[in-house]
């Protein structure tokens, strides 16, 4: 579903008492609606409290100007919304809870309140944001009144309404932002130059920003988190936004500066696949480790039996799995340190059987296994064995894997410019500049015109710079950076304004014929890797209830043939393999149907003895024929 969040500067109101409004209309003539004549309505302005038509008034631009005033010398509270709406001729005030507001600097005579000694002794600490509202600098204002506001988005519109009055465009600023970008939430907020995207490309990363690896949390080895990734070596980014000083991303990154090239280099990164450099990967550009925990605990069965901890012996234990016993300690948990395949077994737990439930061939048998498998290949990084609130032993197992990027593997920019590795070249096959440079990452060039995100290609051209320069670039929206500015910097330390090189093949060490756009560029490293995904299956479990295969990676599933798949196979006119794939090797069935009533017929092949009760009752002469069929149609047919 759609995940909403709140802007950098919003505010959710926690509500106050209605008493104290009440009383002031009471005081300013509101007329109360017992004492009203009925004629004299309509010219008159209704008064609403939270909704709750309270009166009426015959002087609401005072009234209005009065209750504004008042908030903003905190004489009534801060949160109280006022809202007067001339067409329908209505004042609406609120004092309720969760109205979404947001900060506003106050304009009066087309200037701010706030001046700049104002900020100096804000950042002399001498001054706090709660004084800007109390001294009516800044006043919050809801969904509701912000439409009744003129809001000047820059301080130089302000300017331009004081100073060319004719070309401003407008001279009636109520307020001021106090920053544009203050619009974007969270995750938008670390999307450099934004406002070069286009709009669906922000929301992707909104959603892909979450999925990145860095240091999720700073005490992340102490904590036995069901699923944890975790980046080797995190980088703050060489081009970021103001933002991020606030949201502490430079303290805990999620990515890298990989040096990217935008490049059709050997077809291997068509259709958003990108090209690595096999070498960056060995020298751990975007390694990372990923944890997993698994929990048991003993249970108390009913009748007193009590589930353990050890490990399981096939003389005593029934059921016993596949995998691999031998990493089990004599407590029935696997050693600390230990290496894992994705078959051993790491917690052996049994479960002893009710003499009754036991038939005559398990009598030997006095358990049943109830073992947890690895699942992951890796080691066993901590074990945790305690007792729960009821006295009962508790264990938690954490194991480690590392993960080196590999073919297969997503990867993502910050622009919603998300890519799987689609081959890695050593360093010397790779393609290099004049200075000997190899990019670690080849971007195609298709991935750039349609989806229109410019972003990407200005974090680029201000990554070299701020490389040069030695501090970062600033890319927070709706500043007066520009490319140009960016270009003319570039050119300065000698190189081509707009970020382009002549680069040599890697395979020939001749020059490649095009330039290529190449430079810095901050990529994410996500969580879906071709380790967790990659599933194949020849033969496997089936359902009970339709005998087809299961489905999911997780049960050793099949892989569905669809109805698209279907389609096409129709069309290519393949009727044997349509039959082979769509009952053969799913649920193929045959039974036994009477040719005169068409209903299933009683077979027992043993005594050779064929019914059709049907018929037999109406005593007709009739045959049973043997006929195949998917047993989902079988199935089918008997529900109908």
Not at 59 to 82: A, F, K, S
Request: proline share 4%; net charge neutral.
């Amino acid at each position: 579903g759609l995940v909403k969040n709140l802007a950098l500067m919003a505010y959710v109101s926690v509500g106050s008492p209605s008493a104290p409004i009440l009383e002031f209309l009471e005081e300013w003539t509101t007329e109360n609606l017992e004492e009203v004549a009925p004629s004299s309505v309509p010219r008159a302005t209704k008064v609403f409290v939270n909704g709750t038509w309270v009166g009426i008034h015959r002087n609401p631009e005072l009234l209005v100007r009065t209750l504004r005033q008042l908030r903003r010398q905190v004489d009534i509270n801060t949160e109280v919304g006022v809202v007067r709406d001339i067409k329908l001729k209505e004042l609406r005030l609120y004092t309720d809870y969760g109205r979404c507001m947001r900060p506003l600097f106050i304009v009066e005579n087309k200037r701010l309140l706030v001046k700049k000694e104002t900020v100096t002794l804000l950042e002399r600490k001498d001054l706090v944001w709660n004084d800007l509202i109390s001294n009516g600098m800044i006043e919050y204002i809801d969904t509701e009144e912000e439409e009744t506001t003129m809001i000047a988005m820059r301080i130089e519109d302000l300017t331009d309404a004081r100073e060319n009055p004719d070309y401003a465009y407008t001279d009636s600023y109520t307020h001021c932002e106090i920053h544009p970008s203050m619009i974007l939430g969270i995750c938008a907020s670390i999307i450099p130059f934004p406002d070069h995207n286009q709009s669906p490309r922000n929301t992707y990363q909104s959603a892909m920003g979450k999925q990145a690896m860095g240091v999720y949390a700073t005490n992340f080895q102490l904590r036995m988190d069901t699923i944890g990734y975790v980046l080797y070596y995190p980088q703050k980014p060489l081009v970021t936004t103001r933002a991020m000083e606030h949201l502490h991303f430079r303290e805990l990154p999620a990515g890298q500066n990989a040096v990217v090239a935008i490049a059709c280099y050997s077809g291997y990164n068509q259709e958003d696949s990108v090209i690595m450099n096999q070498s960056s990967i060995d020298r751990g550009l975007f390694r990372s480790i990923y944890y997993r925990s698994i929990t048991d605990e003993e249970k108390r069965l009913t009748g007193g039996a009590r589930e353990s901890f050890e490990k399981p012996s096939k003389e005593h234990t029934v059921g016993m799995r596949r995998g691999d016993y031998d990493k089990l300690d004599h407590d029935g948990l696997a050693t600390p340190g230990s290496r894992i395949s994705g078959d051993d077994i790491v917690i052996g737990k049994t479960t002893p059987i009710a003499e009754d439930l036991m038939g005559a061939a398990s009598r030997k048998f006095s358990k049943r296994d109830v073992s947890h498998g690895a699942k992951n290949a890796g080691m066993v990084d901590q074990v945790l064995l305690t007792t729960n609130d009821t006295g009962m032993r508790f264990c938690k197992m954490r194991t480690r894997t590392i993960r080196i990027p590999q073919v297969g593997d997503k990867f993502a920019s910050r622009h919603g410019q998300k890519g799987t590795i689609g081959m890695v070249y050593p360093q010397e096959d790779m393609p290099f500049s004049f200075e000997g440079i190899s990019p670690d990452i080849i971007v195609n060039p298709h991935a750039i015109p349609s989806r229109m995100t410019i972003g990407h290609l200005v974090e680029c051209l201000m990554g070299k710079v701020a490389s040069f320069h030695g501090k970062e670039g600033d890319a927070t929206p709706f500043t007066q950076v520009t490319v140009e500015n960016i270009s003319a910097e570039l050119h300065k330390f000698g190189y081509q304004c707009r970020g382009f090189e002549t680069m040599y093949n890697g395979h020939t060490g001749r020059m490649m014929e095009a330039q290529i756009f190449f430079g810095p560029t901050y990529y994410q490293r996500l969580r879906h890797m071709v380790d967790d995904k990659i599933h194949s299956r020849a033969r496997g479990p089936h359902q009970i209830l339709t005998r087809q295969p299961m489905e999911g990676r997780a049960r050793d599933g099949g892989l569905r043939f669809g109805e698209m798949e279907r389609d096409c196979i129709i069309t290519h006119g393949a009727a044997a393999f349509l039959k082979e794939r769509l009952m053969d090797h799913s649920d193929a069935f045959r039974c036994h149907v009477c040719d005169t009533c068409g209903m299933f017929g009683v077979a027992d092949l043993k005594k050779r003895t064929y019914h059709c009760k049907y018929c037999d009752a109406n005593k007709c002469e009739y045959t049973l024929v043997q006929v195949y069929l998917p047993y989902a149609c079988k199935l089918l047919i008997q529900e109908l």
